[in-house]
């Protein structure tokens, strides 16, 4: 490792004993959808604890982030200084991911856990108990046509 590396890796320390990347997803959420509570339904969190992941980010970096005009967060030079490599971080995160998963290739049995920025992913697990019960169910709802 050389010298500009351990300065960076000092650096980025204090970054990971905050626990910055919710603060980070907290934070983009909120300047680009202009609302707190927008960020918060988006990010699937309830609003408070959005709210204490901006309070620990802005604690953390010593600069505010945010200023209130009426009932709108407003971002702060900081904040827009800050957005911009939160946009790096997040790009170089998944670069990293798209090459790992290239290292990785095709798992058996083994679906993604992400879908598409926008999208929404749902995994189920039943067991074979509550599937079996609901089967009479359901073949009375959708019955079979006979092949004929």
């Not at 204490?52 to 600069?63: C, F, I, N, P």
């Not at 798209?98 to 058996?108: D, E, F, I, N, S």
């Amino acid at each position: 490792m050389d010298s500009s590396q351990g300065r960076a890796a000092m650096a980025s320390r204090r970054y990971i004993r905050h626990g910055m990347l919710p603060q980070l997803a907290a934070f983009e959420a909120v300047v680009r959808l202009g609302s707190a509570t927008r960020a918060a339904e988006a990010l699937c969190m309830a609003q408070p604890t959005l709210s204490g992941h901006l309070r620990k980010l802005s604690e953390a970096l010593g600069v505010r982030l945010f200023e209130l005009q009426g009932k709108r967060l407003v971002p702060t030079d900081a904040a827009r200084v800050l957005l911009a490599s939160t946009h790096d971080a997040f790009a170089a995160f998944e670069r990293c991911e798209q090459v790992l998963a290239g290292m990785r290739g095709p798992q058996p049995g083994r679906r993604p856990t992400q879908g598409r920025p926008g999208t929404t992913c749902l995994n189920f697990v039943t067991s074979p108990a509550p599937s079996e019960a609901m089967l009479p169910a359901a073949q009375y709802a959708h019955p079979l046509e006979p092949n004929e």
